[in-house]
């Protein structure tokens, strides 16, 4: 029950990525709900599910998306995994948490992703890429993770309850 | 060490690693179509997207409404004054439509476009990173659309479609760092090829490279597509030059482009799906 809720949650996110958030740009830059999602998931969840998520996450912005496929599937399995490990430490998950790892993550994806596709290539400046377009989307990303946060523990809280019942 | 490796969930990730490696392996070999599972997520998608962009275009109607009523009271002042000012916008208006003729005729797109077989399709989601410039339309191999079919609109060339779906396409637009299209200077006729970095494309540019140093490009030359590359055709407009700049070893110049093509409020695009050729 909880795999189909994930999986409909990325569904909605990534659809609602490339449409609405277009418009919703900060700076320049859209959120990163994709993973954002990883994030929260992992955080709550642990490594095995986080890494499932991310897996699923990635499988889904490779096939929606430009560039070399399995690239973002990569990336947010490990994500999602290591992240996870984390989440026995945080146990009372607060907002800040879920704020600093997801500053965290998409910073780092962004700079793989950055080094791999655009500075090996000699296609731009490291600064511009920085300031430019890797803060905003962190900071932006950050932002999100908070209320998306909150609603991945209100729903693990329902369906925990369902199947106490 | 051996308690790692005796690890079930250590063993799985590091199985689906390989079959990830393996896959993106086999994805940079150059395929002609998507497998059923991309084409089945792309199906999926798609409608989501195609309904939350026409929602955000209803929102975005619904809100410009009011807005526009607080500034009609304005507006309306404003506008008894420029009545003063028609016959001068006239005048200009008669400037800009020779203009407009003299560029047409220049570039004789009219009536290349004529022999060309086109289909409109409406632009419904944009990639999901901040990396790219690509965006998906709402036709696919359903419509007669192919990979490799180059997308313009009135205004100029857009890009190229670089996979397809039954009912959806993925265009790379030439703003993409990683898009190349041959282009020629319309004054000139001298041959360059324009391409984008990360910097430029974020400002919705694009540079026109392999300039000899002797070509005399000038800011406002027209640039359009050269049809060296096999997926553009010959003729399409590309941009303006905006300015020049020597390259860093000097023995080159390149310019700064300005797309014809408004690439932040792209909707409706068309594909090449016929050439005059065939």
């Known amino acids: 029950m909880k795999g189909l809720i994930y999986t409909v949650l990325a569904v909605i996110l990534c659809a609602l990525q490339t449409t609405v958030f277009e418009t919703l740009r900060v700076f320049g830059a859209r959120a990163n709900l994709m993973m954002a999602l990883v994030v929260c998931v992992a955080l709550t969840r642990g490594s095995f599910v986080g890494g499932a998520i991310g897996l699923l996450c990635g499988l889904i912005t490779d096939v929606m998306g430009y560039g070399t496929f399995g690239v973002n599937s990569i990336l947010m399995l490990y994500t999602g995994v290591c992240i996870g490990f984390f989440s026995f430490k945080f146990y009372r998950i607060r907002g800040i948490v879920a704020v600093i790892f997801s500053i965290f993550a998409v910073f780092t994806y962004n700079l793989i992703y950055y080094f791999f596709v655009y500075y090996i290539w000699g296609k731009g400046g490291m600064w511009f890429a920085i300031t430019k377009i890797i803060i905003p989307e962190c900071l932006y990303t950050a932002v999100i993770a908070v209320p998306l946060q909150k609603l991945i523990i209100a729903v693990n809280r329902h369906l925990d309850i369902k199947q106490e019942r | 060490m051996r308690e790692l490796f005796t690890n079930k969930y250590f063993i799985l990730l590091l199985v689906i690693t390989i079959l990830l490696l393996v896959i993106t392996a086999l994805y940079t070999a150059d395929r002609k179509s998507v497998t ?243």
């Open chain 2, 36 to 278: 059923y599972g991309e084409d089945l997520v792309g199906a999926i998608i798609t409608p989501f997207q195609a309904l939350f962009t026409s929602a955000t275009e209803g929102i975005r109607n619904f809100s410009g409404y009011f807005s526009d009523i607080k500034e009609l009271r304005e507006k309306n002042k404003e506008m008894a004054e420029q009545i003063n000012e028609l016959s001068n916008t006239v005048r200009k208006l008669e400037q800009y439509k020779l203009e407009n003729e003299r560029l047409r005729g220049m570039l004789a797109l009219k009536d290349t476009m004529e022999d060309y077989g086109l289909v409109a399709a409406e632009v419904i989601a944009k990639d999901s990173g901040n990396w790219f410039n690509s965006f998906t339309i709402n036709k696919g191999s359903a419509d007669n659309l192919a990979v490799r079919q180059a997308v313009i609109t009135s205004g100029g060339l857009v890009g190229h479609i670089y996979e397809i779906g039954t009912n959806w396409a993925k265009v790379i637009s030439i703003i993409d760092a990683n898009s190349s299209v041959g282009a020629v200077i319309a004054r000139t006729r001298d041959i360059a090829v324009v391409e984008s970095d990360v910097e430029l494309q974020n400002q919705g540019l694009c540079k026109m490279t392999y300039i000899g140093k002797n070509v005399s490009i000038m800011s406002g030359d027209i640039a359009e597509t050269s049809g060296l590359g096999g997926i553009y055709p010959k003729g399409i407009l590309i941009g303006k030059v905006r300015e020049i700049r020597p390259e860093t070893a000097g023995i080159s110049q390149y310019a700064i482009l300005e797309p014809a093509v408004d690439f932040e409020r792209i909707s409706t695009v068309f594909v090449i799906t016929r050439y005059p050729e065939e």
